[in-house]
C-alpha cells in the first residue's frame, strides 16, 4: 500500500492554533532509551515542556545505547498491537517504519503552520520526510566523529591535543606510561562501530563516501580498508582489560574520573562531562578525531508519533514542542547535541557545543558533511548490522585485517 494512501491525516480535524499553547487532558507515552544521567536530565525539559502545555508524560524508557533494545521493543510492541504515542528513532529507522508500515502519523499541519520546511537543514529533512510529507520532528543533531580527554592527562601526556593519527598514538603511549588507560571503551558493537567510522572518516571523506556510503566493494576489501582495520587493533591495544559489554556513559566516567586519557564517542558524551560539574578547556578537552577536522559524521535523534486517532492533539502539541526554538536550545544544552534548526543562536551553549554548531554548517557547506554509519544515517539495519558484526569480530581478534576487509565485502553483499 503507497504511503500516501496509507497516511491518516490526524491532524486534519485540529484547528491549526490548537498546536500554540491549549491545555489538553491528554498523556504521551514515549519510547525512548535516554537513560544515562545527562540523557534523563535532557528529557526532564522535553517533560517539563509538555507538562507546562497540559500534556503528560507516559514514560517508556529502555536501555541500551544506540536504541539497539530500543528498536526491538517497539516492534514487539507495535506488531502487538500497543504503539506508543511517540517514540525516538534514527536515520533509516523512520524510513524503514514509514515504508513497511504506514502507521505514522502525518504532522504536515503542524509543519506548515510552523514552517519547519524553513529551519531545519536538508540533511535532516531527508529523514523526517517521506514522499514529501513529514513523519517526525527532529529533536537534536548529534555528531560522532569527536574525541574526548581529560584535561590533566593530556597536560602530563605533553600538553597537544592530538591532530594526526601519529601524534595519536604518541599521546597514547604517553598516557599509558603514565599509568592510566588510554582509552576508555566500551565493548559493544554499536561502540566498536562508532570507533570505526571515525577511523575510516580519517583516511579521508573519499574514502568513507566509497566505503561507507556507496559500499563499494574495491573500497571495502581494499588497501585503505586493511590499514582502517590495522588501526583499530592498534587503539585495542589501548583498552583496559574489562572493556567487554561496558555502557558508554561508564566509559565517559573513567575518562571524567581520570582512570583512562580519552574516549571516542558521540557528543551526548559531553552531556554526562558537563552532568559531572566539568568544565571544556578546563577539565577535558573536546576534538574532532585526529584527522577528521572540518569533518562531520552526524545523527539526528526524532520523534514519530504512531497514528493513533484519540491522542492526536497530544502528539502534535508534542510535535511543535519539540520543534520550539527556545526548547531546542535548552534542551540540547544538556543532551550535548547540537538543535535541528538553523535558527537557534549558539549563545548559551559552551565551547564544545559552538563548534559543534558551527562544524555542522561548514561541513554541509563544504561537502564534508555526511550521515553516521553507526548511528543509522549511513545505511539501511541490516547492512549496518553486517558492518557491526565484522567490526566486532576483528576488534576481537577473530580476525586480521586482510581477513576482516574481504568478509566486510561479503557481509555487505549479503546484506543488501
Ligand atoms: C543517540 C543519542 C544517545 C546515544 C547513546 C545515539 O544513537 O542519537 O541520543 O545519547 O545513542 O545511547
Known amino acids: 500500500m503507497a504511503f500516501t494512501t496509507a497516511l491518516k491525516t490526524t491532524v486534519s480535524a485540529l484547528a491549526l492554533s490548537a498546536f500554540a499553547t491549549t491545555a489538553m487532558a491528554e498523556d504521551v507515552e514515549v519510547l525512548h532509551w535516554w537513560t544515562s544521567g545527562s540523557e534523563a536530565e535532557a528529557l526532564g525539559v522535553l517533560k517539563d515542556d509538555l507538562g507546562s502545555k497540559g500534556v503528560g508524560w507516559n514514560d517508556m524508557p529502555v536501555a541500551g545505547g544506540s536504541g539497539v533494545e530500543a528498536m526491538t521493543v517497539l516492534r514487539a510492541r507495535v506488531v502487538g498491537g500497543d504503539a506508543p504515542t511517540a517514540a525516538q528513532m534514527l536515520g533509516f529507522d523512520i524510513k524503514d517504519w514509514a515504508e513497511s508500515t504506514g502507521q505514522l502519523a502525518n504532522l504536515d499541519a503542524v509543519a506548515a503552520e510552523e514552517g519547519w520546511d524553513d529551519v531545519v537543514p536538508a540533511p535532516l529533512q531527508d529523514f523526517s520526510k517521506f514522499d514529501g510529507h513529514w513523519i517526525a520532528a527532529p529533536v537534536n543533531v548529534h555528531s560522532t566523529n569527536w574525541v574526548w580527554i581529560n584535561k590533566k592527562a593530556l597536560d602530563q601526556a605533553g600538553g597537544k591535543v592530538p591532530e594526526s593519527w601519529d601524534e595519536l598514538v ?247
Request: net charge negative.
Open 170 to 416: 604518541v599521546v597514547l603511549d604517553k598516557m599509558k606510561e603514565n599509568g592510566i588507560t588510554p582509552i576508555a571503551h566500551g565493548g559493544q558493537p554499536w561502540q566498536d562501530g562508532t570507533v570505526f567510522e571515525a577511523v575510516v572518516l580519517g583516511m579521508g571523506t573519499d574514502f568513507y563516501n566509497s566505503a561507507i556510503i556507496e559500499l563499494d566493494p574495491e573500497a571495502l576489501g581494499g588497501p585503505q580498508m586493511v590499514e582502517v582495520f590495522d588501526r583499530m587493533s592498534k587503539l585495542r591495544s589501548y583498552v583496559d582489560d574489562n572493556f567487554s559489554g561496558r555502557d558508554w556513559n561508564l566509559a565517559s566516567t573513567m575518562v571524567i574520573n581520570g582512570d583512562a586519557g580519552m574516549q571516542f564517542m558521540g557528543d551526548w558524551a559531553k552531556g554526562e562531562f558537563l552532568k559531572a560539574e566539568q568544565v571544556p578547556g578546563e577539565d577535558f578537552v573536546c576534538a574532532r578525531f585526529p584527522g577528521t577536522q572540518g569533518e562531520v559524521l552526524f545523527n539526528s535523534d526524532q520523534f514519530v508519533m504512531f497514528d493513533q486517532g484519540d491522542a492526536s492533539d497530544a502528539q502534535m502539541l508534542m510535535a511543535s514542542a519539540v520543534m520550539d526554538p527556545k526548547f531546542q536550545s535548552a534542551f540540547n544544552i544538556v543532551k550535548g547535541s547540537v538543535p535541528a534548526r538553523t535558527d537557534v543562536s549558539g549563545d548559551g551553549f559552551d565551547a564544545c557545543g559552538q563548534k559543534g554548531i558551527g562544524d555542522f554548517a561548514e561541513a554541509n557547506e563544504a561537502g564534508s558533511l555526511f550521515g553516521s554509519l553507526a548511528h543509522g544515517h549511513a545505511q539501511p539495519t541490516a547492512i549496518k548490522n553486517a558492518f557491526f558484526d565484522v567490526i566486532t569480530a576483528q576488534f576481537n581478534g577473530d580476525y586480521d585485517s586482510q581477513t576482516a576487509a574481504e568478509e566486510l565485502v561479503n557481509a555487505v553483499e549479503a546484506a543488501k
